[in-house]
């Protein structure tokens, strides 16, 4: 991903948490198990694992979402001439 990330970790003791903001790749990399992540829907998706592993999976998971609407185009285009050959008069 190109954009600037900001991590916050957050760790509980007794009745309390501890908010950290950390700016550095290697550190989260290397601290975090677990990534959430505020989509653009205002939603809250859950990765296991690093971040390295959030964004393998994340642009799998975009690459997959980019191929699911593709599919469904050709198959939409592909109904539209199928409709226009079979109404259209002879």
């Known amino acids: ?3 600037f990330t900001c ?3 957050c ?3 007794i009745n309390k948490e501890i ?3 950390l700016f550095d790749h290697f550190i989260f990399c ?3 198990t677990d ?4 989509t653009n829907t205002k939603s809250i998706d859950h ?3 690093n971040y390295d592993n959030f964004e393998k999976t994340y642009e799998e998971l975009t690459k997959n979402k980019i191929r699911e609407y593709e599919a ?3 198959l939409r285009d592909h109904t539209q001439v199928s409709l226009r050959l079979t109404l259209s008069p002879s």
């Open 30 to 32: 290397s601290v975090s």
């Open 1 to 3: 991903m190109n954009f």
């Open 47 to 49: 990765y296991k694992g």
């Open 11 to 13: 760790f509980h003791t």
């Open 19 to 21: 908010l950290f903001i």
């Open 35 to 38: 990534v959430l992540y505020l």
């Open 7 to 9: 991590t916050f970790f």
């Open 72 to 74: 469904q185009q050709q």
